[in-house]
């Protein structure tokens, strides 16, 4: 890849930031705000990026130095960059001396995550997410060196304390000395919201890129062109919004937002798309029947919970329609539909429950779920953790009941709303979802 180069100088650079989960989405998102700010000459935040189970990813990067292109687009338009923020990284490997390097960098200021929220729940094997990061964070510990304020970059509410949660429980079940489990629970793990749109990259856009462009690129990023980080006041030395990281004391109002008017909104036209035969969740879009029923969903969503100060809920909304219906980016709907059991809790359980104690409308949140149920039930396929439970259970005689009790499934719907869950997913039977869609 002689094709990439970096604007500024990468060689003997300490490492400012480790991340664990090199996928699409950290590339096309925090990466990005990393190599802004070395663009900018705002200090050491260079990366090591850490893959937690797939060589292929760090192999590929290492290939081309680690240098990758994001290509933001929208209609037309495309706006390619060389991002060249991750410095170095490799497969999860304790003994690794770069690792080992980095986790006693000098420079190191954060840690961050993305390992998609379903390996928060993970177990006590020790490859699990808070086992290894646990490890990395020992080398630090050992080597006495400040802590790194650690942050999650996942779709989960109050994914810093949630974060910070699993780890102290792994490091106790684990037995590990008390003074490090002290200084764990020392560590600043501020809740942050991410957002950007960043869908695993097809071999047609890298086909197509390198037509348009005359090079090719085998770690492309294919993005929109909006993206946006908020983060809790936590205690650090360094401005974080010199990077264009918003910094709020609601955090947790801004993940409500966009977990449930963003994601509820995007997981919903999957479902609706993988039982419509539909592969691209934009396609939903242009159908007009299902572009006003997530208009009018994301009002009854928009009543679950208090927007951020000075946020326009509608204004959001229709953002967000805006961003889903991109077609120059093509996210699979079959992407978004897996892992429903880890996303749709707080996409859309939750604010079903708030909104039957707020006694508001929630019959569009409940046709929602409902057509999550319908796809469990169908021959498509299903990736997800509790995979198996749930189909068997969809296809039981009650299942709503069934599902929302499957072991391992958090904040289920309450029981008083099974009904009318169960009153949409009878109907799916006998009705196509548009015409149920387009009926309210
Ligand atoms: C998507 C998200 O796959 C999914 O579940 O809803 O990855 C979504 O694209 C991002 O959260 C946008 O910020």
Redo the contacts with the bound molecule.
């Keep these: 890849m002689t094709t990439l180069i970096s604007p500024y100088q990468r060689i003997g650079r300490d490492i400012g930031v480790i991340h664990f989960g090199l996928g699409a989405?950290h590339r096309g998102h925090q990466a990005v705000y990393f190599d802004d700010a070395l663009r900018n000459g705002l200090g050491e935040w260079g990366i090591y990026g850490i893959s937690p189970r797939n060589a292929a990813v760090t192999d590929l990067l290492r290939r081309q130095n680690f240098l990758f292109t994001v290509n933001e687009r929208q209609g037309n338009q495309q706006n390619p960059k060389v991002v060249s923020s991750i410095l170095n990284g490799a497969l999860f490997d304790l003994e690794h001396p770069d690792l080992i390097l980095a986790a006693k960098s000098p420079e190191l200021k954060m840690m961050t995550l993305t390992v998609t929220e379903k390996s928060y729940l993970s177990g006590a094997e020790s490859s699990s997410m808070p086992n290894r990061i646990l490890d990395i964070l020992e080398i630090r510990y050992r080597a006495e060196l400040p802590a790194p304020t650690l942050i999650s970059c996942d779709?989960l509410p109050e994914n810093g304390s949630f974060l910070r949660n699993v780890l102290l429980q792994s490091a106790s079940q684990r037995n590990l000395d008390q003074d490090f489990q002290n200084w764990l629970a020392e560590l600043s793990t501020p809740n942050s919201m991410?957002?950007?749109?960043v869908p695993a990259i097809t071999s047609d856009s890298i086909n197509q890129f390198e037509k348009d462009f005359g090079y090719r690129d085998e770690s492309l990023i294919s993005t929109e062109p909006f993206r946006q980080w908020v983060v809790a006041p936590h205690a650090t030395t360094y401005n974080l919004t010199k990077l264009g990281i918003e910094v709020a004391d609601d955090v947790a109002a801004y993940e409500q937002l966009k977990l449930r008017l963003?994601?509820g909104a995007?997981?919903s036209t999957a479902y609706f798309s993988q039982l419509s035969n539909v592969e691209y969740v934009y396609q939903a879009m242009q159908i007009p029947q299902w572009e006003s029923f997530i208009s009018e969903l994301q009002s009854e969503l928009s009543k679950s919970f208090v927007a951020p100060v000075g946020v326009d809920v509608a204004s959001y909304s229709a953002t967000a329609r805006f961003r889903i219906a991109n077609s120059a980016v093509a996210?699979r709907s079959a992407?978004?539909a897996m892992d429903g059991s880890a996303?749709l809790p707080q996409r859309l359980f939750k604010a079903m429950n708030s909104l039957a104690l707020l006694e508001q409308s929630r019959e569009r949140v409940a046709f929602a779920i409902a057509l999550w149920m319908r796809f469990l039930q169908s021959e498509l396929m299903l990736v997800d953790p509790l995979a198996d439970a749930l189909r068997e259970r969809a296809r039981s005689s009650d299942p709503v009941a069934q599902v929302m009790q499957t072991p391992g499934l958090r904040d289920a719907v309450v029981e008083s709303q099974w009904p009318l869950i169960n009153h949409y997913l009878h109907e799916l039977e006998n009705h196509q979802p548009i015409d149920m869609a387009a009926n309210f």
């Design positions: 989405f779709n991410v957002d950007r749109i963003f994601n995007h997981s996210h992407q978004i996303k």
